[in-house]
């Protein structure tokens, strides 16, 4: 009976202290706050930019080619061997500038020759004047006959005709002469020597003289480009050059691996018909190249201005997307919620997009992200910039945000799953407890 009675006082004193454990249990778990809903959709964190108001002078891009002004292929004049070269291969040179030395001996033994066949005939010349003379003078008395007399006319005129041609030889010696002396025509760049020293070269006419080097003026250059005929007939054809009306057009080249378009110059040529094939027009450019930056045949890029500076609306190009063939962009409204906002395209000036209607400044935009329409965002602000504003090494901050890992809903399930697990297993440990 006693020993029933111990029993019956041991069960009770157990299922106390279960029921007062599982009470304290239930008090901690319900002072937790509720754990959002597993399947709950998270506001995606994207970059948001303000589209910005910039001053900018509308213009045309085309693409084009340098070119210089004056190019020579530098030919010996007279034939002879070669006997001193001083050319700075790949160097400037200024005009008149010794380059190439021909054996002068031949032709100043030509000059010698030719000023001793000068001095015989104005020996002559003298001659035939003094007889001129003494027979004029006799005529006049009869003393001498008409005949005789117009033979010494004939006389004195034709030594005064052999000292012209002895002059013309004396000229043509020292012009040859001058010539072994092959001198730069014009001031620019030189290219390698062609024939080197103790080779025989030939003169003459352009064909059969020997080719000694080429030289290219290189201050100032000018860029050739094909306009397209829209551009040409509202901008270019009423303001050609040399017509006295208009001013030059401005024009701002660039090479292929400069960002902006650092070289200024003015339009001073336009050809004189459209070719039908390409419906485009010739220009040429001339630019200033003080420091010799620029060399012939480089690719260029012209920046023709074809209207005066005005207010613009630039956004990033990334923020562009395309339905259907019309361009939009996502502008966060209220409540952070992805507005539709069809917009028109304009030029790329500076690495922006010019919007010419659509959106006004100031207002937010998304720069990128996978967001529809309606979606609720959370905005990262980030500055407005090109894809090629930020410096080297430096990271981009809408790429930093775009491969910021997001929290996906499976992880989002996994997490709720492990919380019931938890639950479940501690609910476990009382019913254990409260067996025991």
Do not use: C, W
């Not at 005529?139 to 002895?166: E, F, I, P």
Request: hydrophobic share 45%.
């Amino acid at each position: 009976m006693h020993k029933k009675i111990r029993i019956i006082l041991v069960a009770s004193v157990i299922a106390a202290v279960g029921g007062i454990a599982v009470a304290a249990r239930d008090g901690k778990d319900e002072s937790k706050p509720a754990a959002p809903p597993a399947g709950a959709p998270m506001a995606p964190q994207v970059p948001v930019a303000e589209a910005i108001t910039r001053t900018i002078t509308p213009s045309t891009e085309f693409t084009g080619f340098l070119a210089a002004p004056k190019v020579v292929e530098l030919r010996s004049r007279v034939g002879g061997a070669v006997d001193a070269v001083s050319v700075p291969e790949g160097s400037l040179v200024r005009k008149g500038q010794l380059l190439f030395q021909i054996d002068p001996r031949p032709f100043q033994v030509a000059l010698d020759t030719a000023t001793a066949q000068l001095r015989q005939a104005e020996v002559l010349s003298s001659q035939a004047q003094a007889d001129f003379d003494r027979a004029e003078r006799l005529v006049a008395t009869g003393a001498l006959s008409r005949k005789t007399y117009d033979d010494a006319v004939s006389a004195r005129n034709a030594r005064q005709a052999q000292v012209q041609a002895a002059k013309a030889t004396v000229a043509a010696a020292q012009l040859d002469l001058s010539y072994a002396r092959v001198s730069a025509p014009i001031a620019g760049r030189v290219d390698r020597v062609l024939v080197t020293e103790g080779n025989l070269v030939s003169g003459g006419g352009a064909g059969a003289a020997t080719l000694l080097t080429t030289i290219v003026s290189i201050d100032p250059v000018h860029v050739y480009f094909d306009i397209d005929e829209a551009t040409y007939v509202n901008v270019v054809s009423r303001s050609r050059p040399g017509s006295g009306t208009h001013a030059s057009l401005p024009v701002q080249v660039g090479l292929s691996t400069d960002r902006n378009f650092p070289y200024k110059g003015v339009l001073d040529f336009v050809g004189n018909a459209i070719d039908r094939s390409t419906g485009t027009i010739r220009a040429r450019a001339v630019v200033p190249n003080p420091d010799g930056r620029l060399t012939p045949g480089l690719f260029a890029r012209a920046k023709l201005s074809t209207a005066s500076s005005r207010q613009a609306v630039l956004i990033d190009d990334q923020a562009v997307g395309t339905d259907q063939g019309r361009n939009y962009v996502l502008v966060v409204g209220e409540n952070n919620q992805a507005q539709y906002r069809p917009i028109e395209l304009g030029p790329v000036v500076d690495g922006l997009r010019v919007i010419n209607g659509g959106l006004q400044g100031g207002e937010k935009i998304i720069i990128k992200g996978l967001v529809r329409p309606g979606m609720t965002v959370t905005p990262r602000m980030v500055p407005m910039q090109g894809p090629a504003a930020p410096a080297a090494g430096a990271p981009d901050a809408t790429k930093t945000a775009a491969s910021a890992p997001a929290v996906p809903a499976e992880s989002a399930k996994a997490a709720g799953a492990a919380g019931a697990d938890q639950v479940k297993a501690d609910s476990a440990a009382g019913s254990a407890e409260a067996r025991k």
